[in-house]
């Protein structure tokens, strides 16, 4: 099962319809080839937590998104690990675009302040 399709089964289970996926989510959420069933889970977990921070991050809800972005920075960062070689791009990507998310959330929670 890929890992956005992973996320959004997750995320219907929980009861809420899922956010719209924005062309930059799509492209940040692209499938990483040939991943172990380890890596596999742990990118599936980060993808369910990036899905879950898009809804509060919309609304405004900074502490939140900047929570579940972190959380799945971390576990982008820890499917890395299993690479002995070139961790795939798609993998490199999100963890990128977690921290440009963060970054620009704490920007406007400081600028709100």
Same mark, same amino acid.
Not at 33 to 59: I, K, N, W, Y
Not at 80 to 91: A, E, F, K, M, N
């Given at each position: ?18 956010? /719209? &996926?924005? @062309? ?9 080839? !040939?991943?172990?069933?380890?890596? %596999? =889970? ?10 879950? /921070? &898009?809804? @509060? ?9 900047? !929570?579940?972005?972190?959380?799945? %920075? =971390? ?39």
């Amino acid at each position: 099962m890929r890992p956005l399709a992973a996320a959004l089964l997750f995320l219907a289970a929980c009861g809420s319809p899922p956010p /719209a &996926l924005s @062309p930059e989510d799509q492209r940040a959420l692209r499938p990483v080839p !040939d991943m172990a069933p380890d890596v %596999r =889970a742990l990118v599936e977990r980060g993808d369910a937590l990036f899905v879950d /921070a &898009l809804t @509060p991050q919309r609304t405004g809800d900074t502490a939140t998104a900047l !929570d579940r972005y972190g959380k799945a %920075r =971390a576990s982008y960062l820890e499917a890395q690990t299993h690479y002995s070689g070139l961790v795939p791009q798609p993998l490199l990507d999100r963890v990128r675009e977690c921290v440009t998310r963060i970054a620009d959330l704490q920007r406007k929670r400081h600028a709100s302040r």
